[in-house]
């Protein structure tokens, strides 16, 4: 479980008070490795989907519906999803999810390790998987399913004489955002596609800040810089569910995105509508004030002073590079 000193992270006005929690079941479905010790456990290769895809995940999972029990939902799911039957399962972990972003991004995700099922499993709905293998469970591919890789790291730990798997597991809630922008006296960040200037000495700054961490940008923003800047992992969002470019990992949301980027500080650099989205829980921004007011077509959301306080400030000429944090990050 998590545990953290810092303090606490804005929550968006449709998450305060109590808020539903959505519910799925997951399939650890392993079985004894052939020819050497440990397990060895299923995935698939999510495809066609609007979440995940070209991940690996858990050999089968979904949502409980219609009122079920969470133990329905996985034999449902593996039947549906891989063809078998559940012969012998036994409650795994619980993984509770949080995001910034999004009330049905709220989760309790319940995973079932699965021991023996009643034949060979296949793809039965090759629509929503590209590929389905047998994986050394501490030999995992690089891109699985981050909640999902989660709980395999754990019960890949417990067997090799490790802690026992946590009863529950949480992620996402030490996820803390920045924003990071240079912005007109006009509030303007953006026009044609790409910025309304060309200040050296702030992208020297943007390096600085950003180096070592992870970015999150919208496909305009990542086609304005055109590759992937050296130093840091870069997320993507994209509708387009084939774009994929060197050095990007993709996602097909915001809360996608955030899910890949992971529990930590969180560079968000852009564009418009992705600032409009996050700025409300937000930590920090870090803003270059630049002294001009051009014609643009995108902008930068007001910064409320009642609602950021200045920690620091650093003139140069023509601009002044600005750390603002929220005066209360419990409260949006």
């Known amino acids: 479980m998590s545990g953290t000193d810092r303090e606490p992270r804005p929550v968006h006005p449709e998450l305060r008070g109590r808020i539903p929690l959505r519910a799925a079941s997951y399939a650890v479905i392993t079985r004894p490795a052939a020819g050497a010790t440990g397990l060895e456990v299923l995935l698939q290769l999510r495809s066609g989907t609007p979440f995940m895809d070209g991940w690996w995940a858990c050999g089968a999972a979904g949502h409980v519906e219609d009122a079920g029990s969470a133990s329905a939902a996985l034999r449902r799911e593996v039947r549906e999803e891989l063809g078998v039957d559940v012969v012998r399962a036994t409650p795994l972990t619980t993984v509770h999810r949080g995001c910034l972003v999004g009330t049905i991004e709220q989760r309790a995700d319940f995973f079932f390790h699965v021991t023996e099922i009643s034949g060979e499993p296949r793809l039965a709905e090759p629509d929503k998987a590209a590929d389905l293998r047998w994986y050394p469970l501490d030999e995992l591919p690089e891109r699985v399913v981050p909640h999902e890789r989660l709980v395999l790291d754990a019960l890949a730990a417990a067997t090799s004489g490790g802690p026992a798997v946590p009863a529950v597991l949480e992620l996402g809630f030490e996820q803390h955002l920045t924003l990071v922008a240079a912005v007109g006296a006009n509030r303007a960040i953006g026009v044609e ?35 992937a800047l050296p130093g840091r992992r870069t997320v993507v ?14 996602a097909h949301s915001l809360p996608e995105a955030l899910l890949v980027a992971g529990d930590r500080e969180v560079f968000v650099v852009g564009g418009g509508e992705i600032y409009a989205q996050t700025i409300e829980v937000a930590s920090a921004l870090e803003i270059t004030h630049v002294e001009a007011s051009p014609q643009a077509e995108v902008f930068f959301p007001p910064i409320d002073p009642d609602v950021w306080v200045e920690v620091r400030r650093a003139p140069r000429e023509g601009m002044t590079f600005v750390r603002y944090e929220r005066r209360d990050r419990g409260e949006v």
């Open 193 to 227: 596609g790409g910025m309304p200037w060309h200040l050296p000495e702030d992208l020297r700054h943007f390096k600085e800040v950003t180096t070592g961490g992870v970015m999150v940008m919208g496909r305009r923003t990542w086609d304005s810089i055109g590759r």
């Open 237 to 250: 969002v994209t509708s387009d569910l084939a774009w994929s470019a060197p050095g990007a990992e993709v």
